[in-house]
C-alpha cells in the first residue's frame, strides 16, 4: 500500500500530469519534487528500520543457541536491504 501511495504522490505532483516530463508545457505547474522523493526516501528507511528492529527483542528472549540467534539476526538482517 506504501509503494502504491508513494507512485501516486510522484504523479500528483505536477498539474497537468504532462507537466512532469515536459516542463516547457504552458500553465505546467509542480511542487517541490526533491522534497517530496526525500520524504519518501526517509519514511521507507524508517519502515526499514522499523520491520527489522521490531523482532529483535523477540529473537533475543528465545532460548536457543547463541549461534542460532546470531543466524536469525542476519536473517532479518539481509530483509533490510
Same mark, same amino acid.
Do not use: E, N, Q, Y
Given at each position: 500500500?506504501?509503494? +502504491?501511495?508513494a &507512485? %501516486?504522490?510522484?504523479?500528483?505532483?505536477?498539474? $497537468?500530469?504532462?507537466?512532469g =516530463?515536459?516542463?516547457?508545457?504552458?500553465?505546467?505547474?509542480?511542487?517541490?519534487?526533491?522534497?517530496?522523493?526525500?520524504?519518501i526516501?526517509? +519514511?521507507?528507511? &524508517? %519502515?526499514?528500520?522499523?520491520?527489522?528492529?521490531? $523482532?529483535?527483542?523477540?529473537? =533475543?528472549?528465545?532460548q536457543?543457541p547463541a549461534?542460532?540467534?546470531?543466524?536469525l539476526?542476519?536473517?532479518?538482517?539481509?530483509?533490510?536491504?
Open positions: 500500500m506504501w509503494s +502504491l501511495l &507512485a %501516486l504522490a510522484a504523479f500528483a505532483l505536477c498539474k $497537468p500530469l504532462a507537466a =516530463w515536459d516542463p516547457t508545457l504552458p500553465g505546467g505547474t509542480c511542487a517541490h519534487k526533491k522534497t517530496v522523493f526525500l520524504v526516501g526517509t +519514511l521507507d528507511l &524508517a %519502515l526499514d528500520i522499523a520491520v527489522f528492529a521490531f $523482532p529483535i527483542p523477540i529473537i =533475543w528472549r528465545l536457543i549461534r542460532k540467534r546470531v543466524g539476526f542476519v536473517m532479518f538482517g539481509l530483509g533490510i536491504t
